[in-house]
C-alpha cells in the first residue's frame, strides 16, 4: 500500500480506485503507536469514515447493483469475529444511545443492500481497523485500564446507519469486553461534527467558490462529457440526468466488487467510461490543492472538531482520566477538510474505511511535557502538517509538541485565512474576500 501522503495520486485511474475500494487484507503495516520507550501514550482521539456501502444513486434507467448486505460467514471477505458481532448487535436493542441514534439498525441485514447501506466488506474492513488499534493501543500500551469505564470513552457519529455501523464494528474489534451498558454513542447531526459552531457564513462562501471551480473544470473537460453524452445515449436518458446522478459513485460500487457494469440494447457502459470519469476525479483533486479555493473551507469547516481535540487533549494532558479514547464515525466530507487544514495537501482522498488518529503522549522523564503523533491509514504523518513540517529539524524526539498544535488550533488557522480574525465566530462573519 503506498503512502497516502508523500505518494500523492498518479493518473493511472484504475490503480486509485483500487486503492479507494480498501480491499481487506490480511496483514497491514501499521505505525501507530511507535514513540520511545520513555514516551507513555496519554490519549487517541480516532476519526473514521465508514466503510465499503452501496451507492447513494443508481444510473439512470438501470437496474440497481446485485449486492447482498447480509452478514454471512461463507462470502468474502471475512473476518474472525463477523458471527459473534451480528450475534452482538442483535442483543443490543436495549442499547443507550442519543437520538435519534436509537432507531437505526445496528448491522447491516438486506439481501438487497438499501442505498447507501454498509456491505459486509464495510464491516470486515472496520473489525480490521478495531482489531489492529486494539493490538497497539491496549496490549502494548495498555491505554485503558481492565474495569474502564463509559467515562473513558467519547462516541460520536453522524445519523446514517452506515456510520454508527461502522464505529461499532471498529469498537468491536477494539475492545476486550464488548459491554452495551458502557456504550453510548452521541449524535452529530452535522457531516463536519461542527456540534453547536455550524453556522459560519464565510464557510459556506468559501464552498460556493469551490463549487464554481469544480463546474468551470468539467465545463472544460470534453472528454468528460463526450463520456457523459455516450452513456447516456446507452441508458436512454438526457445527458443531464446522468451527469446530476453522479454515475461514478455507482461505478465505483461495481468495480469495487467486482460487479459487470450495466449493458441495455444499446450497448455496455464499460471500463473506458469508468476511468474517463475516475481521471477526471483525481485531476479535480489535483486543481483542488492548486486554486487554494477549498483551504478556506477547510480551515472554518474543520475548526470546530480540531478545537475539541484539543480540548480533550489538554485534559488528558492535566491527568483527567476520561475521554482516553475518542471515536468519531463519520464521512468523507467530514476528513477532507480536516487533511487540508493540517495542511496534508498531498494526501489521498478519504478511502472506504480511512482512519486518522491523533495520539498524545508524555515524556517520563519531563513529565511536564506532552507531544503528538498524527497517522493517516496507519502512516505517519506528523511532519507533513503545517504546524510541525520544520520541527523534527530541530528536535530529536519523533512527534510534535503539543503546544504547536494547540497554537495551530487557536491561532495559526485564523491567521492562514488572512483576515485578522482572532477566533472562530468573528472568522465566520467577516466578509468574504
Known amino acids: 500500500m503506498p503512502d497516502p501522503v508523500t505518494e500523492p495520486p498518479v493518473m493511472d485511474p484504475v490503480y486509485e480506485a483500487l486503492l479507494y475500494c480498501n480491499i481487506p487484507r490480511v496483514a497491514e503495516r501499521s505505525m501507530e503507536g511507535h514513540a520511545p520507550h520513555h514516551f507513555k501514550l496519554v490519549s487517541v482521539h480516532v476519526f473514521i ?40 448487535m442483535s442483543r443490543g436493542s436495549g442499547a443507550s444511545f442519543e437520538s435519534p441514534l436509537h432507531s437505526l439498525p445496528l448491522y447491516p441485514s438486506h439481501q438487497l443492500c438499501e442505498m447507501g447501506e454498509l456491505t459486509q466488506t464495510g464491516v470486515v474492513q472496520h473489525l480490521q481497523n478495531g482489531q489492529l488499534l486494539r493490538d497497539i493501543y491496549l496490549k502494548k500500551h495498555r491505554l485503558l485500564p481492565h474495569d474502564w469505564s463509559t467515562k473513558q470513552l467519547h462516541l460520536e457519529t453522524t445519523g446514517k446507519s452506515r456510520t454508527l455501523q461502522s464505529g461499532l464494528a471498529l469498537l468491536y474489534g477494539f475492545l476486550p469486553d464488548f459491554d452495551w451498558k458502557k456504550i453510548y454513542f452521541r449524535h452529530q447531526p452535522s457531516a463536519l461534527f461542527c456540534s453547536g459552531n455550524c453556522y459560519c457564513p464565510l464557510r459556506n462562501q468559501y464552498l460556493e467558490k469551490e463549487q464554481r471551480r469544480q463546474y468551470l473544470l468539467r465545463l472544460k473537460n470534453r472528454q468528460l462529457e463526450r463520456t457523459y453524452e455516450e452513456m447516456a445515449r446507452i441508458v436512454d436518458a438526457p445527458t443531464k440526468q446522468l451527469r446530476a446522478a453522479n454515475p461514478i459513485d455507482a461505478m465505483l460500487c461495481l468495480f469495487c466488487h467486482n460487479v459487470s457494469f450495466p449493458c441495455t440494447r444499446n450497448g455496455c457502459v464499460n471500463m473506458e467510461h469508468f476511468k474517463v470519469i475516475k481521471r477526471h476525479q483525481i485531476e479535480d483533486e489535483r486543481e483542488r490543492q492548486e486554486k487554494k479555493l477549498y483551504l478556506g473551507y477547510a480551515l472554518l469547516g ?82 507533513h502538517t503545517s504546524f510541525c513540517q520544520d520541527h523534527h529539524r530541530r528536535s530529536p524526539k519523533p512527534m510534535c509538541p ?25 472568522a465566520c462573519h467577516r466578509e468574504g474576500s
Open 49 to 88: 469514515r465508514h466503510g465499503d456501502r452501496y451507492p447513494l444513486y443508481v444510473i439512470p434507467k438501470t437496474k440497481r447493483p446485485e449486492i447482498d448486505c447480509t452478514l454471512v460467514a461463507n462470502r468474502k471477505p471475512y473476518h474472525p469475529k463477523l458471527e459473534a458481532f451480528v450475534s452482538h
Open 302 to 383: 474543520a475548526h470546530p472538531i480540531l478545537n475539541q481535540t484539543v480540548g480533550r487533549m489538554r485534559r488528558a494532558a492535566e491527568g483527567r482520566k476520561e475521554e482516553l479514547f475518542a471515536l468519531s464515525s463519520a464521512h468523507d466530507v467530514t476528513l477532507a477538510p480536516i487533511l487540508s487544514a493540517l495542511g496534508l495537501t498531498e494526501a489521498r482522498f478519504p478511502r472506504f474505511a480511512a482512519r486518522l488518529i491523533f495520539e498524545l503522549w508524555q515524556d517520563r522523564e519531563k513529565p511536564g511535557e506532552h507531544s503528538v503523533r498524527i497517522l493517516y491509514d496507519g502512516v505517519d504523518v506528523t511532519f
Open 402 to 426: 503539543l503546544e504547536n498544535f494547540v497554537r495551530f488550533v487557536k491561532r495559526d488557522m485564523f491567521v492562514a485565512l488572512g483576515s485578522g480574525s482572532t477566533n472562530y465566530y468573528d
